[in-house]
Nanobody, 126 residues
């Protein structure tokens, strides 16, 4: 079992930056695959970023590529999502998610992640 707690959300003006943190506890966190998703009310969860374990390459949704950067610090059991050049359309509740270390293919669908944080609100004003 893995427990995840996000923090770092808030209100920011368009063009600004925020860094989200996702602190994990439980089992061997360093072996778990991590992903980031976001959700706007009334819409489905949207993939944001996920890291392929074998070579640590991170995949990003086209909508955030070049602006968002995901990283992890296994010593602190924490993953981060650095968001820059934020746009009003980035407004959403952001979730980190974890999946057991099975397979090498990066997973971008929320159904592939059994463990989720509570989410943190990011609001970008125009």
């Amino acid at each position: 079992q893995v427990q995840l707690v996000e923090s770092g959300g808030g209100l920011v003006q368009a063009g600004g930056s925020l860094r989200l943190s996702c602190a994990a506890s439980g089992r061997t966190f360093s072996s778990y695959r991590m992903g980031w998703f976001r959700q706007v009310p009334g819409k489905e969860l949207q993939f944001v970023a996920a890291t392929r374990w074998i070579n640590s390459i991170t995949y990003y949704a086209d909508s955030v590529k070049g602006r968002f950067t995901s990283s992890r610090d296994n010593a602190k059991n924490t993953v981060y999502l650095q968001m820059a050049s934020l746009k009003p359309e980035d407004t959403a509740v952001y979730y980190c998610a974890a999946r057991p270390p099975l397979g090498v293919v990066v997973k971008t669908h929320p159904d592939d992640y059994p463990y989720w944080g509570q989410g943190t609100q990011v609001t970008v004003s125009s």
